[in-house]
């Protein structure tokens, strides 16, 4: 299979349901391989890392928008991802970041501890009332959405009522960040963009009128003290700071508790020991990552994993494939937490390393260790459906029987 043939198998359905096969293909071509006059493809974990905090290598700029989506202005999706801080480069990107980091302290992250456990025993109740007698529940409505979207909507302060509003309005938007997109499915991402704006619009005019202690009003108040933030930048960050909240970390959630099941001698060994949950969390973000790729852009040509590319090219860094590069994790299609030095691409790296990463692994490092002990009994029941989706790997839903509460 050439490299053309590989990349169409990657963004077909089948590749969206399980990329893991033809990162094995385009890998036996090399780390790093040229698929088009002015795209590359990066499946190696060292040279999608050293590319990320290349500071030549940047988020795709207005320029090249306009040659791949030359009406990218009209879309309130495209326009609204484009303004914010995750595809901004510096010095507009750190005046950005900075504002919005004082939330993410290492800090402010341990002293968020109690709500996150708090909110996972809740939903435990509410999953295991739900599955008495043996009804199957779903994980993902159940539990993996709720648990992250209740998180970042008390960082934001978001109003509690409103946190069902957020589901299909973000799964829409995130359909901009695959690599491949229909008329119709940004239409459907524009439609989301536009409801999530909206809202933000409105909660903006509220916390303006009455401050409160939250991030949306941190950021309202940036915005009003002078020129750290444009009305536009406001509310895309605002948008990027929700959506990229939860989308991700409930799909390592549903992704985790997916391995979990299917491994249940080691989810035994974290059921009685959860000092290793930053291990297993680790290994679990590794083994099948919630965000399997991001692109860039390079302003000069860059030489890298034996590749030269081109200044101007189109950058698909894999970084699904970067965590099962064999040259960086013996026996990759292993899950195992006991592994030396994890740090998995999961994240990212350099200027774009996600903000939230302490927040997610503080989620899943409460609520999986929660999980087992509270449901030792959690099983599968019938069959998962996955998204069709390539970008942000999850599931729509993951069927279990809840078992007897211990
Ligand atoms: C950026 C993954 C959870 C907020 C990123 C990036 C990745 C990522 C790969 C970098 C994208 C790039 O370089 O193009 C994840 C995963 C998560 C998660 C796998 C959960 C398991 C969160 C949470 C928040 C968050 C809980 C909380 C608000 C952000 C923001 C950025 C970002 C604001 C943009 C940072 C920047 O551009 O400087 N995330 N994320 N993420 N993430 Fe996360």
Redesign the pocket.
Known sequence: MDVAEALAVLMSPQGRVDPYPVYERLRGHGPVVQAGPNMYVVTGYAEADEL?RDARVQ?LDDHLRDDLLPAWRDSPAVSSIARS??RTNPPD?SRM?RL?AGAFTPRRIAAMRDVVTAQADELVDMMAAAGRDGTPVDFMAEFAYPL?VGV?CALLGVPTADRPLFRRWAADLTGILEPEITPAELAVADAGATELRGYFTELVAARRRRPADDLTTALVQAHDAGDRLSGEELLANLV??LV??FE??TN?LGNGLAVLLAHPGAADVLRRHPEHAPAYVDEL?RFD???QL?TRTSSETVRVGGAELVAGSWILLL?GAANRDPRRYPTPERFDPWRAQLAPL???AG???????G??RLEAQVAVPLLLRRLPGLAPAGTPRRRSRLTLRGYDSLPVTVGEPA
């Open positions: 990320l988020v801080m995750l990107h970041r919005a992250p970042i990027i700071l990229a909240g991700t970390t390592l973000l990552s919630p965000v991001t970084l999961s994240f990212g200027p774009h390393y996600c903000l939230g990463a927040l997610a």
